[in-house]
């Protein structure tokens, strides 16, 4: 089971997604940033760290993320209950764009090679080519969400539950997409409860 941590990227202790994987290229540079770069490819990935353990059914993950380069309509943000089996992803997600958009989602490749979409919406609390904090706080099957400390507002009650074989455990991590995109990660932070 995962412990509480606050990663800073000073080091890679945590063994977080290095190197080159298809077109994505992760980096932890010596000024404690974690880098990603993704080429010419319309693909997404899910930067995690592989030695934090399996999150809780209680939990609150954070990270702050700017996206350096790449169109405003790619989305990028939070993965948790992430679980990936040689190609198939099995998460949730909660991710941003620099137009202001924001959106749940579900990756279940059993179902559909392409996410279902929770909950969506948009807001100009968004900051195009700066950080963005985002945050999910998970009680059992229920999400909320908020960006840069301002709740995300979802159907009057600031939670999105999934009833339909909700995920457990699996890994935090981060979702990132291309192409021709560049993402600078400063930290993340896990609370358990």
């Known amino acids: 089971m995962a412990t509480a941590f606050n990663e800073n990227f000073h080091n890679n202790d945590r063994n977080w997604t ?13 000024n404690s940033q974690y ?3 993704i080429g010419n490819a319309s693909n997404t990935y899910f930067p995690n760290p592989s030695s934090v353990g399996a999150l809780p059914a ?10 350096n380069k790449g169109e405003a309509n790619v989305f990028y943000g939070l993965a948790f209950h992430l679980r990936q ?14 137009n202001g958009d924001y959106e749940a989602l579900k990756y279940n490749a059993d179902v559909s090679s392409t996410p279902s979409t929770l909950w969506q919406g948009q807001t100009s609390g ?20 908020s960006i840069n400390n301002a709740v995300v507002p979802i159907n009057g009650s600031n939670q999105v539950p999934d009833n339909d074989q909700p995920f457990t455990g699996g ?7 291309g192409p021709g995109t560049t993402f600078t990660v400063t930290s993340v932070t896990l609370s358990t409860s």
Request: charged share 5%; proline share 1%; aromatic share 8%.
């Open 58 to 67: 209680n939990f609150t993950l954070s990270a702050q993320i700017a996206q």
């Open 171 to 177: 890994q935090p991590g981060l979702l990132v997409a």
């Open 18 to 30: 290095i190197g080159e994987q298809g077109n994505l290229t992760a980096s932890i540079s010596s």
């Open 35 to 37: 880098t990603l770069s």
């Open 85 to 98: 089996v040689g190609g198939k992803v099995y998460c949730y997600a909660f991710v941003i764009n620099g």
């Open 126 to 145: 968004i900051h195009n080519g700066q950080a963005n904090t985002l945050q999910v706080t998970g009680h059992g099957n229920t999400f909320s969400f």
